[in-house]
């Protein structure tokens, strides 16, 4: 079993559209949660970064963390077709922890 | 203000080469972490160098191995090519002791094996 899974789609929703991605995690020691996106091509660009549970608010990005559930969750209102990329979750122990494991990735198109 | 720069951008290699791949971190930055991302798939963590030494290593055999200068800039050497090192292989920097040490990436080299 891999330490976080996420479905790899593809999710395809029109312009405009509320999208939610997310992820399952089975190690309880991860404290720090994190959201990636990667164009085509390019290296991630981190969008989100949170400790513990809550939720975070960023423009049109929201994620959320429920640690008793071990499930994370990103966001995205009013999508745009800019928004079309894979979307990455994160996460790592501690704060100066080396170590970031990944899930695999969901590929995102926002059809116009 | 230069992000985390990576060279070459584009590789390819033939079984049993060897490989350099070169990364220079965010202005500010000391600390650089490797990955390898496989098609379709997430950033695997290979190791991640400060203070020239390394600090904490993934699941990765010996061939890999990684250097760091006293200018920050890093080296990855993977030895004894196989066609799954094929990959896209990542460089992160950041700097320890921020209130947040989030990783920041490079564009990547992508490696084909052949």
């Known amino acids: 079993q891999k330490e976080v899974e996420q479905d790899p789609g593809p999710l395809s929703v029109p312009e405009g559209a509320i999208v939610s991605l997310n992820c399952t995690y089975s190690n309880s020691a991860f404290q720090y949660f994190m959201w990636y996106r990667q164009y085509s091509r390019k290296g991630p660009e981190l969008l989100m970064y949170t400790y513990s549970s809550g939720n975070k608010e960023d423009g049109r990005f929201t994620a959320q963390v429920d640690k008793s559930s071990k499930y994370i969750s990103l966001f995205i209102r009013d999508s745009q077709p800019s928004d079309s990329a894979t979307y990455l979750c994160?996460?790592?122990?501690?704060?100066?922890?080396?170590?970031?494991?990944f899930g695999s990735g969901t590929r995102l198109s926002i059809r116009p | 203000d230069a992000g985390v720069t990576q060279s070459p951008t584009h590789l390819i290699k033939t079984r049993g080469q060897q490989v350099t791949l070169r990364c220079s971190p965010k202005s500010g930055h000391d600390t650089v972490s490797w990955y390898q991302q496989a098609l379709g798939q997430g950033p695997q963590f290979i190791f991640q160098y400060y203070e020239e030494e390394e600090r904490q290593r993934g699941n990765f055999p010996d061939r890999f191995s990684g250097h760091q200068f006293p200018n920050y800039s890093s080296e990855l050497n993977v030895n004894a090519l196989l066609l799954g090192d094929s990959a896209l292989y990542l460089c992160?920097?950041?700097?320890?002791?921020?209130?947040?040490?989030?990783?920041?990436f490079g564009p990547g080299t992508r490696l084909l094996v052949l």
């Open positions: 994160a996460m790592k122990r501690g704060s100066s922890a080396s170590k970031i494991i």
């Open positions: 992160a920097s950041s700097s320890p002791g921020t209130s947040q040490e989030t990783q920041y």
